[in-house]
């Protein structure tokens, strides 16, 4: 049993079933999943902790070896029915963070919105003209709708649930945060926005790019499953990146945002010095970014923003300065590629606006301590570094609360959070460089593990004010939403 549970297997009895399987005689639910991570194993079976509380391990049932999805690198679903795509392969559902295939005896459930394959057909070349999420409609991420709709299922809060109905309604970006899930999901999704066009309107889709050798070099919660060697550059190039181009070419006729590799840059501005793993994901990282510039920046119907961390990462005047020269080079790299801009707050909890901070000790004399204050820097400094566009998506979908965090670098899994700012293009008067506010980072997918014992546990994600127990970065966190579509500002 690990030591950071709270609970023992005795108190634990009284939790109610949820779940039909061998657990549930005994008072607790089943795991969503038969691959849960094993914390426990007793003479009744093997234990699981999800939202909190314990669950048992369902056995493989002999069916399972035949489960069509196997084939495809997918488990079964256990327990889901709920319909999130469907291709020619069979019905997809979402259980623990990744898609599963629905077996034929589950036929006739119910798609909640889901977004059905449709043969289309792409048309004429679509070019961006000015801001890329002014004058589209947003596509809806039919995975975020199916976690969602999994969330509510858990729910009995009357209000709680018409607030987490709401969140169904927002776009939010598509993470491509492995070559396996780029595969999966970048075409079915380019697709899918294609066929929600109706009339003139074009619908915009949001991915987020993000698999480079050495991946966040300066955490342990979301490294990547590429190295930071020539051998894994070159898998990122031809097995990721010139996928990607692919379909992109493919899918011409509608328009297309690609938030580029969060954090790397910002790693290479602050951390050489200080991480090892950030000084030998340099070349990669440097590379990486002038191949993609070059495939993407020259396609006129996409348009890419590259990340710059926080205002509490590059806020500081020395910071900013070093930034510009950084992101200046990276850029002319990629020529004859262009990019739009770049992207702020990604994954973070750093309020758009704070009035309590100003520079002193208390901000350890950063002169920008929100988000707004670091834009209007940032748009001064890259100006004068020479960048020619330089315009902003800030990502608001956890930052509508001040976290209760002791230190504006703490990161993972935030107490106190609250979604913020609706995704809308131009959403600040006399600010016409900031493009959009939009949901990057999905609310409830977590940050990381809080489980010390684990290959990614970052001690961020065990510090005083990041909700535990958490499951691994990615996985669904069902307490944070709650807490997240609770805290709204604006509320839901």
Not at 454 to 468: I, L, N, Q, S
Request: proline fraction near 5%; include cysteine.
């Amino acid at each position: 049993m690990k030591a950071s549970l709270a609970i023992t297997a005795i108190a634990a009895l009284a939790v109610k079933a949820s779940a039909a399987c061998w657990s549930s005689s005994l008072g607790y639910p089943c795991c969503s999943s038969s691959s849960a991570e094993v914390w426990y194993t007793d003479n009744d079976g093997k234990w699981g902790v999800e939202n909190g509380d314990w669950c048992g391990i369902p056995k493989e049932s002999p069916s399972s070896a035949t489960c069509w999805s196997l084939s495809q690198g997918y488990p079964c679903c256990k327990s889901t029915t709920q319909v999130a795509y469907t291709d020619d392969s069979g019905k997809w559902g979402v259980e623990n963070g990744d898609w599963c295939g629905i077996s034929s005896d589950s036929a006739g459930s119910s798609t909640g919105g889901s977004n059905e394959d449709i043969n289309v057909t792409p048309g004429e070349q679509y070019t961006h003209n000015g801001n890329p999420f002014s004058g589209v409609e947003f596509f809806i991420n039919p995975y975020y709708t199916a976690e969602v709709d999994a969330a509510i299922a858990q729910m009995s809060d009357s209000s709680l649930i018409a607030k987490a109905e709401k969140m169904k309604t927002y776009s939010n970006a598509i993470w491509l945060d492995t070559i396996k899930n780029m595969n999966e999901w970048l075409e079915k999704n380019l697709k899918g926005a294609l066929a929600q066009q109706t009339g003139s309107k074009k619908v915009l889709t949001v991915f987020v790019v993000y698999d480079l050798p050495g991946r966040d070099c300066h955490a342990l919660a979301s490294n990547g499953e590429l190295l930071a060697n020539d051998g894994d550059l070159t898998r990122y190039k031809s097995e990721y990146i010139d996928v990607i181009e692919g379909h992109l070419k493919t899918y011409k006729s509608q328009p297309v945002v690609l938030i580029v590799e969060p954090d790397s840059l910002a790693n290479l501005v602050t951390n050489l010095d200080s991480t090892p793993a950030c000084r030998d994901s340099e070349k990669y990282y440097l590379d990486g970014h002038a191949y993609l510039i070059k495939k993407f920046g020259v396609l006129p119907h996409v348009a890419m923003y590259l990340d710059i961390g926080h205002a509490f990462w590059l806020g500081w005047d020395d910071n900013r300065e070093k930034a510009g020269k950084v992101y200046a080079k990276v850029i002319s790299s990629g020529a004859p590629g262009k990019v739009r801009g770049f992207t702020d707050n990604v994954a973070n909890y750093t309020p758009w606006e704070d009035p309590t901070l100003s520079r002193g000790p208390e901000t350890e004399w950063n002169p920008c301590p929100d988000e707004k204050r670091y834009l209007e820097a940032m748009h001064k400094d890259f100006k004068s570094a020479g960048i020619e566009s330089v315009y902003f998506v800030c990502d608001t979908s956890r930052n509508g609360k001040k976290v209760d965090r002791k230190h504006p670098g703490e990161w993972c899994n935030q107490t106190g959070v609250g979604v913020g700012a609706r995704p809308q293009a131009s959403p600040v008067s006399g600010m016409d460089y900031l493009d959009a506010f939009y949901w990057i980072k999905p609310l409830g997918e977590s940050d990381g593990t809080s489980d010390e014992s684990a290959v990614r546990y970052d001690g961020y994600c065990g510090h005083e004010t990041a909700m535990k127990p958490a499951p691994e970065a990615g996985q669904w966190f069902q307490k944070h939403f709650e807490q997240g579509i609770k805290n709204a500002n604006p509320p839901l």
